[in-house]
């Protein structure tokens, strides 16, 4: 009796017990063998080596490559971002100053409808007259227009071709808003001060000044909104743009001239008062 199957056999004589024991011996002592051919140093599973090898490097350079795209790509929106937001400050400060002179041109405006029904009104608004002389001594800056039609690299980076139009437009209206406004304006003062006589204020064309200041403004804030709605950058991203800028503001120092050129004006008219009335009671 060397063994379980054995022993029962000899206790029941029962072949079929016999045989079923045997059975599950057999089973239980089975092996899992890895086929010859898929054993190493066998040319199949060389092969299968090389195979997840390639697999491995393919994934490996797509996502090295893949996320130096995406890095890039990243990189390359935050500066088209960047430029346009400059671009579009820049708008921003040019409209704030021409809408800084369309109060000026009312203010003016309603002065000479006052003084063509009331002339006697003339010497008390003389003073008041020098917003006129505001308006003529507007100054841009042109140093991010210059940055803008300059460089090529510029257009690459933005990559937007209706952007660039609509910037170009832009920049072509407020040089026609100098032109045309700005600096003949500042002719006509030159030639009729508007303060040396009623005749001078009242053959000055103001309202059509105002007119002509009106449709500049008015298409150069449309430029403007367009170029926002482009590139999908809104109203908040653009204050917050602009709280972070140092802006060398060129108005400085033409603030400076005008306080000091209003001094001037005010002693000048303030001299010639003092004349104009000595000179009357003398008659």
């Known amino acids: 009796m060397n063994n379980l199957a054995d022993y029962l056999y000899l206790c029941n004589n029962d072949d079929k017990t016999y045989r079923e024991i ?6 239980m002592n089975i092996k899992l063998h890895t086929p010859k051919s898929l054993k190493m140093g066998s040319g199949l599973a060389n092969f299968k080596q090389f195979i997840m090898s390639i697999v491995a490097t393919s994934i490996s350079i797509v996502l090295t490559f893949g ?4 890095v890039d790509k990243n990189k390359k929106e935050k500066e088209k971002l960047e430029i346009a937001k400059m671009i579009i400050y820049d708008m921003d400060q040019t409209i704030k100053k021409i809408e800084k002179n369309d109060s000026a041109f009312d203010k003016v405006c309603r002065m ?3 003084v063509a029904q009331q002339p006697e009104y003339f010497d008390s608004l003389r003073s008041r007259l020098l917003s006129v002389g505001d308006i003529s001594m507007t100054k841009f800056s042109e140093t991010t227009e210059k940055v803008f039609s300059t ?3 510029t257009f690459n980076t933005i990559g937007n071709a209706n952007f660039v139009d609509a910037v170009t437009k832009f920049y072509i209206n407020r040089q ?3 032109d045309e406004i700005i600096n003949v304006l500042k002719k006509d003062l030159e030639e009729k001060p508007l303060m040396a006589s009623e005749k001078y204020f009242l053959d000055l064309d103001l309202a059509d000044y105002r007119l002509l200041h009106r449709s500049f403004l008015s298409t150069m804030k449309k430029h403007r909104n367009y170029c926002m709605q482009l590139l999908d950058i809104s109203e908040d991203d653009m204050v917050a743009f602009a709280e ?3 802006v060398e503001d060129t108005g400085d120092l033409a603030e400076r001239e005008d306080s000091v050129s209003k001094s001037w004006m005010k002693e000048y008219f303030e001299h010639c008062a003092i004349i104009d009335k000595a000179k009357k009671e003398k008659k």
Not at 22 to 27: A, E, L
Not at 67 to 70: E, G, N, S
């Open 151 to 153: 460089s090529i690299e």
């Open 244 to 246: 972070k800028q140092v």
């Open 176 to 178: 026609s808003y100098k």
């Open 22 to 27: 045997n059975q599950c011996k057999h089973i």
């Open 112 to 114: 000479q409808l006052q």
């Open 67 to 70: 996320t130096a795209y995406f």
